[in-house]
T-cell receptor, first 116, second 116 residues
Framework: AQKVTQAQTEISVVEKEDVTLDCVYKTRDTTYYLFWYKQPPSGELVFLIRRNSFDEQNEISGRYSWNFQKSTSSFNFTITASQVVDSAVYFCALSGGAGNNRKLIWGLGTSLAVNP | DTGVSQNPRHKITKRGQNVTFRCDPISEHNRLYWYRQTLGQGPEFLTYFQNEAQLEKSRLLSDRFSAERPKGSFSTLEIQRTEQGDSAMYLC??????????????FGPGTRLTVT
């Protein structure tokens, strides 16, 4: 069965610190997709990034970067120079490959608090 | 592109009453998903539509729950004879689907249901 594990329930950092959110996944599919979403206090889930299983290139977008490693089934998310506005719950999610309805399987989320 | 909208945003109902939620997806997105999220948890998949066809229902979706997507546009989720355990945030998401090269889902603001 597919599963996503986010071992860190809560993280608290001081503004400008770097922080890494861990995500470990489990799937039998050879083709699959990984996602990160942000859920700020307002509650709406905001899509951040999608990664295909056949593309292991890491990605950087501004202060955000993602490290995908198939060998360890991990898809970690790093925020550099964190800001108070980064405070939110971050979810890692997984969906299957061809023939699948692509429903998302979610981790429990990591609550990030960035303090001034 | 106005985003996914959901109505109402909040619903308080007494146990045993019926409630109906509406989701308007991003126009031209043929895939529509319903999820449920309780406090401290990630979203849980409920059901999925491709155009007007409901292609998958979770075991979480008891016979008190029904969803429709007439004409492949907006969708409704109805809960009959509500129970306190139904209290949750009900999230709707839409996606253009893999044929359009997109796999990510875009979420609405959710409908928070409180059953008293």
């Amino acid at each position: 069965a597919q599963k996503v594990t986010q071992a860190q329930t809560e993280i608290s950092v001081v503004e400008k610190e770097d922080v890494t959110l861990d995500c470990v996944y489990k799937t039998r599919d050879t083709t699959y997709y990984l996602f990160w979403y942000k859920q700020p206090p307002s509650g709406e889930l905001v899509f951040l990034i999608r990664r295909n299983s056949f593309d292991e290139q890491n990605e950087i977008s501004g202060r955000y970067s993602w490290n995908f490693q198939k060998s360890t089934s991990s898809f970690n998310f790093t925020i550099t120079a964190s800001q108070v506005v980064d405070s939110a719950v971050y979810f890692c999610a997984l969906s299957g490959g061809a023939g699948n309805n692509r429903k998302l399987i979610w981790g429990l989320g990591t609550s990030l608090a960035v303090n001034p | 592109d106005t985003g996914v909208s959901q109505n109402p945003r909040h619903k308080i109902t007494k146990r045993g009453q019926n409630v109906t939620f509406r989701c308007d997806p991003i126009s031209e997105h043929n895939r529509l998903y319903w999820y449920r999220q309780t406090l401290g948890q990630g979203p849980e998949f409920l059901t999925y539509f491709q155009n007007e066809a409901q292609l998958e229902k979770s075991r979480l979706l008891s016979d008190r729950f029904s969803a429709e997507r007439p004409k492949g546009s907006f969708s409704t989720l109805e809960i009959q004879r509500t129970e306190q355990g139904d209290s949750a945030m009900y999230l709707c998401a839409s996606s253009p689907g893999p044929s359009a090269g997109h796999y990510e889902q875009y979420f609405g603001p959710g409908t928070r249901l409180t059953v008293t």
